[in-house]
C-alpha cells in the first residue's frame, strides 16, 4: 500500500507539471485544452482524488504565473467527476464526459462567484463562463480518450495499471 501511494504522488506531480508546461507553451486565449487532456488520463491512472490534487496543483501554479483563480476552478471537479466514473465503470468514455460536464458546467458555475467576489467582476449572468469551459474540456477530453486508447491497445495501460496498484 505504501508503495502505490508513493507511485501516485510522484505521478500526481508529473501529471501536474505536465499540464502546467503544456499551458504555459500551448497557449489558447480562454482555454486550456491540456489540462483537461492530463485530467482525463491522470483521472483514470490515479482515481479521482489523486487527479483532483494533481489538476489542484496545475491551477495553483498557472495562478502563480499571472492567470485568475479560474485556473482551479475550471480544473477540480473534471477529475472528481471523470475519476468516479471510470471507478465504477471502466468506460473510457464517461471519463471524457465527466471532464465535460466537472468542467464546463460545474467549474464554470463555481467561477462565476469566485470571479465576482475575489475581482470584481459581474458577468451578470451565473452561466456565462459555460461557453469558455465546455470547447476547452470538449478538446481536452477528446485528444485524452484518444491517448487512452491507443494505451489500451497497445496493452501499455494495463501493465501500467497493475504495476500502479503493486
Known amino acids: 500500500m505504501r508503495n502505490s ?8 506531480a508529473l ?7 503544456l499551458n ?3 497557449y489558447f486565449p480562454a482555454m486550456a485544452p491540456f489540462q483537461h487532456f492530463v485530467d482525463v ?21 498557472r495562478m502563480m504565473s499571472g492567470r485568475t483563480i479560474q485556473a482551479v476552478t ?13 471507478q465504477k465503470t471502466k ?3 464517461l471519463v471524457c464526459a465527466g471532464e465535460i460536464i466537472g468542467t464546463g458546467l460545474l467549474g464554470a458555475l463555481a467561477s ?4 465576482k467576489w475575489f475581482y470584481g467582476l459581474d458577468a ?3 452561466l456565462y463562463y459555460v461557453p469558455f469551459y465546455t470547447p476547452s474540456a470538449v478538446v481536452g477530453g477528446i485528444m485524452g480518450v484518444m491517448v487512452l486508447i491507443i494505451l489500451k491497445r497497445s496493452k501499455v495501460m494495463s501493465r501500467f495499471m497493475s504495476e500502479m496498484e503493486q
Open 124 to 126: 451578470q449572468n451565473f
Open 5 to 12: 501511494n508513493i507511485r501516485k504522488m510522484i505521478l500526481c
Open 24 to 26: 504555459s507553451f500551448v
Open 41 to 61: 488520463v491522470a483521472a483514470v491512472f490515479l482515481g479521482p482524488w489523486w487527479a483532483c490534487l494533481s489538476a489542484f496543483l496545475c491551477g495553483i501554479m
Open 112 to 115: 462565476y462567484p469566485l470571479m
Open 74 to 86: 475550471g480544473a477540480v471537479f473534471g477529475p472528481i467527476l471523470g475519476g468516479l466514473l471510470w
Open 91 to 93: 468506460n473510457i468514455y
Open 15 to 21: 501529471f501536474a507539471s505536465l499540464a502546467f508546461v
